[in-house]
């Protein structure tokens, strides 16, 4: 496995596994195969509604607790500083765990700068080890490192090769937070499995669409946490040590980029509607 180092000193895997859109019902038995599969990251959120069957895959795996890096997020109703420290410890008991690897901010909506002065108090007490944000353009980012102690280690976005975000990383870059995508397949958009210029690229290297995508992630230094279901691709997706691509390969990946997203639009009053109206039961 590779790791990034994140602005604090942290080591996170690369490469983990996301539980998004997995139900409560499949996620103990994908996380504990995830777990078998070597994967040692494993994402989850509280609007995720599976935090307590992570838990219990977690608890039956006897791995070490330091072997294991461990992601969760922050919802929009649960914004605020009083809020924000109830629901990380509504998380952290569905978890079953004494400390989170790393604690995310959701989505840019609510308040989220009462949520990230509670933050910073999560990490000043080593209840999580880092704490970071998703889903912020530079604009939002910019102003949460100018008017706050802590620069947020990672900001995971929406982040696969139709929709690069290789401005957004670059500026991440020189604040020093580090790049996490989500839905690293584009959730199976644009025909990413089966994209001629991903095929010929595996072909020529002996792998898939798939592991080329996150081998072009993993060489840009973009952390990534595909999901899926299936042992075997859970085997395929962290198969991805033993090649390198080109400067040809990568520049013809490049040229896939679109430069707009596949699934939302965080700038949409649409969009900070239907998020504000979702709200999580304890």
């Known amino acids: 496995m590779q790791y990034i180092t994140l602005n604090n000193g942290v080591s996170m895997p690369i490469l983990g596994f996301g539980v998004f859109q997995v139900s409560e019902a499949e996620t103990e038995a994908a996380v504990s195969a995830a777990l078998e599969a070597g994967y040692r990251s494993i994402d989850t959120a509280a609007a995720y509604q599976n935090e307590a069957a992570v838990g219990r895959a977690l608890a039956a795996s006897g791995i070490p607790r330091d072997e294991l890096f461990i ?44 949520s990230w002065r509670a933050m910073e108090k999560l990490n000043a007490e080593g209840l999580s080890r880092a704490i970071g944000v998703s889903n912020l353009f530079g604009d939002r980012l910019a102003d949460l490192i ?12 929406e982040t696969h090769p139709f929709n690069a975000r290789t401005a957004d990383q670059a500026y991440m870059a020189s604040k020093g937070v580090a790049i996490e995508s989500w839905g690293p397949f584009a959730e199976g958009q644009h025909g990413i499995f089966t994209h001629p210029t991903l095929t010929q690229i595996g072909e020529r290297h002996g792998k898939s ?13 973009v952390i990534a946490i595909p999901k899926s279901v299936r042992p075997e691709r859970m085997a395929e997706n962290i198969d991805v040590f033993d090649f390198e691509l080109d400067h040809s390969d990568m520049a013809a990946i490049a040229a896939l980029d679109t430069g707009t997203s596949s699934f939302v639009d965080h700038h949409s009053p649409q969009t900070a509607e239907r998020f504000a109206s979702w709200k999580l039961e304890g």
């Open 209 to 221: 669409a798939a592991q080329v995508v996150l081998r072009w992630l993993i060489q840009r230094d």
């Open 71 to 114: 992601t969760t997020k922050l919802w929009v109703s649960d914004a605020g500083e009083t809020r924000a420290r109830a629901a990380f410890e509504r998380s952290l008991g569905k978890l079953g765990l004494d400390y989170l690897d790393l604690y995310l901010i959701h989505q840019p909506f609510g308040d989220y700068y009462g």
């Open 146 to 157: 100018a008017h706050n102690e802590i620069v947020p280690a990672v900001n995971q976005v």
